[in-house]
């Protein structure tokens, strides 16, 4: 369909049929016009997978089983992959899925900067750095828009703590806005085209981001080109005339008083007063239309889609495999060697639960699930004897869900009015210390016993959910406790963290021999551990975000405000994650980019070549990685750039270049990573632009913010 027809499709229709297309009529669709042979627009939750079936009016489930999906890997999991490829396979079968399940749009990805490690949603997001975040979101998008779907990229902006979420004003200066948290969006919207954007619930200066003109007119529309449909999250309008005339497209929310939404009656009567112009109206209009004629879903074939494919699966466990961070490693304990009549004990709540049913909006109504202890067990084989104890109870009614046809309300309604608590079944304090102590007592004989300890532990989606903040980056259910006791029964215990987020490891950390960090991976989680844990995959993933030895080390709580109260300054500016960090001389716990492997590898300067005219550059900086270990494994190669003697504040160094290179015992590669002139920038507050500083650079290279092995010199 040409622009002229869309037009005259808007021509045709009636105000009360606008109205209608820029509003929720349902739960997850607006209105269509039938007699225009303009369909509604469905969406779906999906982060992880796409969401399970609602009622058409009401949060609650159909109950019925036609909804059962793949889970697929967090957005955490997928961004410790340092991947591109992969973000693409996993964004075309979230695409395909979503199709398949007669959705127009899948309100994912989630891409907020991680700024604090105790924001509920980390687990959603695609960690601390906007370089990583950019490139990794590129693919993704584009892999999910391949199948006639539009993505929806999430939450536009600093949407960055769940702690006074509807309402918190953000206040963040303009160069850390630019160089920090916007350049995701604006890479998702310049280079994949993303089809929507989802405002956030907070406020930015003083506006509400769903209707935040700076925001959505001044940056989105004006600044960055962006042609698409920008969508409310579910109760994030709250003005009639801000929401008409600052940039939003579509109103959605969780009650069912649809006429009563503030782009519904209220705006109907502001036009037909003279007070709103109806052509803020038919601009609305126009974007979703330009939309539904890029997803074909006004004339033209379009992709069916197809979801459970089974050929999908092998796809995911490969993300999960990647994802797996393998961060200590001593008396090279790790790859398990099966043997004879070989006793591993697993223990730990986190082995034997299911995540997919929780987090909120990411909750998933998964086709199945193999959890740890059961990805463990299928690994070691038959001659290897797998006990289970779980050591403690999590003190949760959480699996979340045993069975998720047994969810009543969702989580994302209820978590607007009592932060998503209202699912928990608190169980009594005694009652559960003694069992707790009975559960420990278990474990701990039965660790004296075995050849080799699991313990597989970590969070939750008690913790790692919508809706609230983690109020410190301390294990829960007194699992450190446990942990220390496992180790002085057995010294070969072997520690799997499983959570969306950093936690505190000092008490343990010392005197442990392995840790494997392990996210929501999605439903072959558990394959792709068992896997990495007994050698039959390399680990290869690479931390995504910094892990602080401890909260007050992180500069959002340093320097910054968290939670704050009305209003919150983020005072660090532009040092979030590793820029603080190692701009500040602050050693953490695990650097950002660290990564283990079974195998080990060589990094070597092979050389550099500058090409450039005096308004642009390109600086290549090729890189020689040989694998000198045993066995087969992948590196990360990370270029970082260090500004000398700027006029302006700079960080120490900042992440520019990345590529992750597979190499069998003895191979070496030779990798080509290329530098424009956006790779020496800042942001100019005076200027309102981007600029790049003539003067000095040192390029570092690595595979690691902290390890790196060669730097070179230019002047730009």
Not at 545 to 551: A, D, G, H, Y
Request: charged fraction near 25%; aromatic fraction near 8%.
């Amino acid at each position: 369909m040409k622009v002229n027809e869309i037009k005259e499709l808007i021509q045709a229709m009636t105000l009360d049929e606008k109205i209608g297309m820029i509003h929720g009529s349902g739960i997850f669709h607006n209105a269509g016009v039938e007699r225009l042979n303009i369909p509604e627009i469905n969406f779906s939750d999906g982060p992880m997978g796409v969401r399970m079936s609602y009622q058409d009016t009401k949060w609650f489930a159909s109950g019925y089983s036609e909804d059962y999906t793949s889970y697929l890997p967090s957005n955490t999991a997928l961004a410790a992959t340092w991947n591109r490829k992969l973000a693409y396979e996993t964004g075309r079968v979230l695409g395909k899925e979503a199709r398949g399940r007669g959705k127009d749009m899948i309100l994912a990805p989630g891409i907020n900067v991680q700024r604090t490690p105790l924001c509920g949603r980390n687990f959603e997001y695609m960690g601390e750095d906007p370089y990583l975040i950019a490139e990794m979101v590129v693919p993704l998008i584009k892999g999910i828009e391949e199948n006639d779907v539009a993505a929806c990229v999430k939450h536009f902006a600093v949407n960055n703590q769940e702690t006074r979420r509807l309402d918190v004003d953000v206040q963040v200066d303009e160069r850390a806005l630019r160089e920090i948290y916007l350049p995701g969006f604006e890479a998702a919207v310049k280079k994949a085209n993303v089809k929507a954007l989802m405002g956030a619930y907070n406020k930015l200066r003083g506006q509400f981001c769903c209707h935040n003109e700076y925001l959505l007119q001044d940056i989105l529309r004006n600044e960055w080109g962006f042609k698409g449909i920008t969508v409310s999250d579910w109760g994030g309008v709250h003005d009639t005339k801000e929401a008409a005339l600052n940039g939003l497209d579509i109103e959605m929310s969780v009650t069912d008083n649809f006429d009563s939404y503030y782009m519904a009656d209220a705006l109907k009567k502001a036009i037909t007063d003279g007070e709103i112009p109806l052509s803020a109206i038919d601009e609305k209009i126009e974007h979703i239309l330009y939309v539904m004629n890029e997803l074909h879903m006004l004339e033209g074939e379009r992709n069916p889609g197809l979801y459970n494919d089974c050929r999908d699966r092998e796809n995911l466990l490969k993300v999960a495999e990647e994802s797996v961070v393998l961060l200590k490693n001593e008396e090279h304990i790790l790859p398990i060697i099966p043997e004879k009549n070989m006793k591993i004990l697993v223990v730990g709540d986190n082995a034997n639960r299911k995540h997919a049913t929780g987090g909120g909006s990411a909750e998933i109504k998964a086709l199945y699930e193999v959890t740890p202890l059961l990805g463990i067990t299928m690994a070691a084989g038959g001659n290897v004897k797998v006990t289970y104890e779980p050591g403690y109870d999590a003190n949760t009614n959480a699996n979340i869900w045993e069975n998720p046809d047994d969810i009543e309300q969702a989580g994302q309604a209820t978590s607007l009015l009592d932060m998503g608590k209202s699912h928990l079944l608190e169980k009594d304090p005694a009652v559960l210390a003694e069992k707790n102590k009975m559960l420990a007592n278990k474990a701990v004989q039965a660790a004296g016993k075995a050849d080799i300890v699991i313990f597989v532990g970590g969070l939750n989606h008690i913790h790692d959910t919508e809706g609230q903040d983690r109020e410190s980056l301390k294990l829960p259910y007194d699992q450190e406790t446990l942990i220390e006791r496992l180790l002085q029964a057995n010294k070969n215990t072997i520690l799997v963290i499983n959570a969306g987020s950093p936690v505190d490891m000092r008490s343990f950390e010392a005197n442990v021999k392995a840790i494997v960090y392990s996210w929501y991976a999605g439903m072959e989680g558990g394959t792709a551990l068992g896997r990495i844990l007994f050698g039959q995959t390399n680990p290869s993933g690479k931390l995504p975000e910094t892990f602080p030895v401890k909260i007050e080390d992180c500069g959002a709580h340093k320097l910054g405000e968290f939670p704050g109260e009305d209003k919150i300054h983020y005072n660090e500016g532009i040092y979030v994650g590793y820029r603080y960090y190692d701009t500040n001389k602050i050693k953490p716990a695990y650097a950002f980019g660290y990564g283990l492997s079974y195998t080990t590898f060589q990094i070597e300067d092979d050389g550099m070549m500058i090409q450039g005219t005096s308004d642009s550059i390109a600086v290549t900086s090729h890189v020689k990685v040989t694998n000198t270990g045993k066995v087969t494994g992948s590196e990360t190669i990370q270029l970082y750039v260090r500004a000398k003697n700027s006029k302006v504040e700079r960080p120490d160094k900042e992440l520019k270049a990345f590529e992750k290179v597979f190499l069998n015992p003895g191979e070496t590669k030779v990798l080509s990573l290329t530098l424009d002139k956006d790779a020496f920038r800042y942001y100019d507050v005076n200027l309102k632009s981007f600029v790049t500083e003539s003067g000095e650079y040192e390029i570092l290279v690595g595979n690691s913010s902290d390890n790196l092995v060669f730097t070179e010199k230019i002047t730009v």
